[in-house]
């Protein structure tokens, strides 16, 4: 071979090589972890479980992509104690943070530095961390401000009081106040969620070189209902009939909370839906343009069931599909949540999974994916089994929930059983209700009376899966 001809190879090869290197195959590097976390989001108020009205082609498309599971619940029916739930890994019998606990003037009950969360188990692994949209579980400075509790970055809203405005005074960059002092609806420096929005953005573009673990948790449907005089807006407009809602209303220069009035809720409500859609399609869309697409595992969730606040009317949507209950409920329809995985080339497009999975699940499976070994006890068990379809995947014994408002509630799911306790404060040893969920869904019809054996099953359960917390006093 001339010499010449060698040089030319040995040069073709050394750049091939370069290339090679520049551009590390998805399958040689961690993968990305994006968790998108909706707030009060129905489990029917997404076109793959069956809504007609609201337009959410985007999350249609990620779920066939990806993998739905079908039976997937939240950690509670409330906002913070189900976050813990997630952060934690562990039930509310267990998890630190077990209901919305105000703290004045901003800010909600702080979770504990002791704790291990998501964030930092895979900090510990390398991945860059941050959150963006509503925290709730700490205030800046705090042992539970996000800061400390393994992210490395936040902006949003600390206080989930706070996010009832969608156009606040303020909002958090780290643990620095950005001061937005002339915003209302009339004169706006911001929808909030826009804002937020945009520096997620930031966030994947700045972090596309390294693993991340990147955590959404949108305000979005929340109430207030209310959502900027755009495109989205005017597409629902007119398109219902109306009961205007008469709320706590903006003044300029006074902070108030509460939310405000909206004459059009049911198209706000559908408009804020339908803009979640687009922000996933945003990040869907930025994965592409950056070239980590294929590795980066996204995840759609909500926080609880549907809420009835500020105008909201998930009857009219069917919010709840066919599902018994609302945010604050035990029932299916309070914990039951949408589930949707996409990781091209890892989970199976178009397939659905009926495992039965929650919250406290997430941790053990972003633990497994990055190699981290959990060595602290979690009530979780990892789901990438399933996710994949590779290896076997465990199952839970059983899922357990306690909400510690509206006189206290428990629920326990074993197998297709499910069991529901009300009105525990005044009564522990209250009745217990018990639905078979193959056969009765909905969980219309008590069968306590024919089963007593498995309702002494599921009490033991209840009494088994509760640990007294002195913060959040549940039974005495």
């Known amino acids: 071979m001339p010499s010449f001809i060698k040089l030319l190879v040995l040069l073709t090869f050394t750049l091939l090589a370069t290339a090679c290197s520049e551009k590390v195959p998805a399958e040689q590097t961690s993968p990305n972890i994006i968790l998108i976390l909706v707030d009060d989001l129905g489990f029917g108020d997404i076109s793959i479980n069956g809504q007609k009205y609201i337009e959410t082609p985007n999350l249609h498309q990620m779920a066939h992509d990806g993998m739905v599971l079908s039976q997937f619940y939240a950690g509670s029916p409330v906002c913070a104690p189900s976050r813990s739930a997630l952060m934690t890994g562990m039930h509310t019998g267990h998890t630190h943070i077990r209901g919305n606990k105000e703290i004045q003037p901003e800010g909600q009950e702080p979770i504990l530095d002791s704790l291990t969360t998501i964030a930092e188990v895979l900090k510990s692994s390398g991945y860059k961390t941050g959150a963006f949209g509503k925290w709730g579980l700490g205030f800046v400075g705090t042992e539970g401000d996000p800061l400390n509790q393994g992210f490395d970055q936040f902006y949003g809203y600390n206080c989930q009081r706070q996010s009832h405005r969608y156009y606040p005074p303020h909002l958090w960059s780290n643990d620095t106040r950005i001061e937005l002092p002339n915003n209302n609806p009339q004169n706006a420096d911001g929808y909030a969620p826009d804002l937020i929005q945009k520096e997620a953005l930031g ?274």
Do not use: C
């Open 203 to 476: 966030f994947i573009e700045s972090n596309a070189d390294k693993p991340f673990f990147l955590f959404l948790p949108y305000t979005l449907p929340h109430a207030e209902l209310v959502v900027p005089e755009d495109s989205l807006f005017q597409k629902y407009k007119g398109k219902f009939e109306e009961v205007p809602y008469h709320g706590n209303d903006y003044v300029p220069g006074e902070a108030r909370t509460g939310y405000a009035s909206q004459p059009y809720p049911k198209a706000a409500y559908a408009a804020m839906v339908n803009r979640i859609d687009v922000y996933v399609g945003q990040v869907m869309a930025k994965l592409v343009e950056l070239g980590i697409d294929e590795n980066t595992l996204v995840i759609f969730t909500s926080d609880n069931g549907p809420a009835k606040e500020g105008g909201a009317d998930p009857d009219f949507f069917d919010s709840n599909g066919i599902y018994r209950g609302y945010k604050r409920d035990v029932y299916e329809g309070g914990v039951r949540v949408p589930f949707i995985a996409r990781w091209p080339g890892k989970i199976a497009s178009g397939a659905t999974n009926t495992h039965v999975s929650a919250f406290w699940d997430l941790l053990p499976t972003f633990a497994e994916i990055a190699d981290v070994d959990v060595k602290h006890k979690i009530d979780g068990l990892s789901i990438l089994p399933a996710l994949i379809d590779k290896g076997e995947q465990q199952e839970h014994s059983y899922l357990y929930w306690e909400f510690h408002e509206q006189g206290g509630k428990q629920a326990v799911r074993k197998g297709d059983w499910k069991a529901v306790r009300l009105n525990v404060k005044d009564n522990p040893d209250e009745a217990i209700e018990l639905y078979d969920l193959k056969e009765d869904p909905e969980e219309q019809k008590n069968l306590a009376l024919q089963y007593p054996h498995i309702v002494e099953e599921m009490a033991t359960i209840m009494d088994e899966a509760h640990v007294e917390s002195d913060i959040f006093p549940f039974i005495r």
